[in-house]
């Protein structure tokens, strides 16, 4: 079906539980120290909606408290809506990209809808730390064939699924959720690039079992293959959208270690000053992360109408992701 309109964000939110975990309290853990942490990943704090940090199971109401990754998503999905004008029966899809969900079944994104009085089509979708780009694209291609609204969010509850005995990665994990609309607007299409990709054979690198003890994770491997990855993927993105690196105004990368995101923008030619970065804060919240720089850069006055923006996911599968997108909410509300 050919599309006849374009897409754009005309809102954006993000939502963090309100528990700190703090590099000291990890040092509580295992032996580690604040300046280990911060010297090899950026981190100073991450938030936890559960975890050893937390006393009480989180309550089982998605609408209330912060607890369940339905309950992040719906908070930064409200927030998201609001901005765009909207309410939940307005959306004609729920894109939830998680790879922490609440049950097995259903998927998580069926109570979220619930929670955000969305009846439109809703599903999740798993691709690790590169998930949020891949619902990106998704959300793109439901617009050219006919959807007027999606809602796209990436949350996650982390802490429950890390290894907190491991000291080689529990300290990268965080909670969060980040959330866009993507509308249906009259002109082009905001998504000028994007690549996706999977290599299920490097599966050992980074896996969590049903039955296991977490996250296990052989970082130096995943911290090589995800610069290269990471790389390799936005060119392809550059070069679909024919521009290159100097047009891009800002980069957006998955926030998994301060050193993978510098490596990648180095590689590629963009400045420091020119990335997206909030993992000093929240540690790796897998798909959260990406929407979470997202809207903070756009908070803090750092995108403008008509500025390219670089996104640029991996992670566990290995999977990865990326986009050129042509920021302007392309509605005047
Ligand atoms: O979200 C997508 C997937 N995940 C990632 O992108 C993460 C990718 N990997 C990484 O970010 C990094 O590999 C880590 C941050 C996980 C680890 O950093 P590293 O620079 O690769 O450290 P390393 O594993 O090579 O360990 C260096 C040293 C070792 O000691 P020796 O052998 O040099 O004496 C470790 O035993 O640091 C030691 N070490 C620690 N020291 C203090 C390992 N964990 C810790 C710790 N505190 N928590």
């Known amino acids: 079906m050919p599309s006849e309109h374009g897409c754009a964000i005309t809102g954006w939110a993000s939502a963090l539980p309100d ?16 300046e280990w942490i911060v010297e090899r990943t950026g981190i100073r704090q991450r938030r936890a909606a559960d975890g050893p940090f937390v006393a009480d199971k989180p309550p089982v109401n998605p609408e ?12 930064a999905g409200h927030g998201a809506l609001e901005k765009a004008g909207l309410t939940g029966a307005d959306i004609d899809l729920l894109v939830l990209c998680t790879t922490s969900p609440d ?23 798993n691709a690790a730390c590169a998930g949020f780009t891949y619902g990106l694209v998704t959300a793109s291609g439901f617009i050219a064939t006919g959807a007027q609204r999606v809602l796209l969010i990436g949350a996650e509850t982390l802490t429950r699924i890390t290894n907190w005995a491991d000291r080689s990665n529990a300290f990268l994990f965080g909670d969060g959720a ?28 980074f896996y969590a079992d049903h039955a296991g003890t977490g996250m296990t994770m052989r970082g130096q491997e995943v911290f090589r293959k995800a610069v290269r990855m990471t790389v390799e993927s936005a060119t392809k993105s550059l070069e679909m959208a024919k521009v290159s690196t100097s047009d891009i105004a800002m980069f957006v990368p998955h926030q998994a270690n301060v050193r993978i995101m510098d490596a990648v923008a180095e590689r590629l030619g963009i400045p420091k000053e020119r990335i997206a970065s909030v993992i000093e804060t929240t540690g790796n919240t897998s798909s959260a992360s990406i929407p979470i720089a ?15 923006i670089l996104f640029a996911g991996f992670g566990a599968g290995m ?7 042509r920021w302007g909410t392309g509605l005047s509300r």
């Open 19 to 34: 528990r700190v975990v703090t590099n000291q309290d990890i040092m509580t853990l295992f032996d580690t120290t604040d």
């Open 64 to 75: 209330g408290g912060m607890g369940t990754t339905a309950q992040l998503a719906a908070q």
């Open 178 to 205: 980040g959330a866009v609309v993507v509308e249906a607007v009259p002109g082009e299409s905001s998504l000028l690039g994007w690549d996706v990709g999977v290599d299920g054979s490097l599966q050992p690198l």
């Open 294 to 308: 997202l809207a903070d850069a756009v908070e803090h006055g750092r995108v403008s109408d008509g500025d390219l």
């Open 319 to 325: 999977t990865w992701a990326s986009a050129v997108w």
């Open 103 to 125: 049950q097995l079944v259903p998927a998580t994104s069926s109570p979220l809808a619930n929670a955000l009085g969305v009846r439109g089509g809703g599903m999740d979708i």
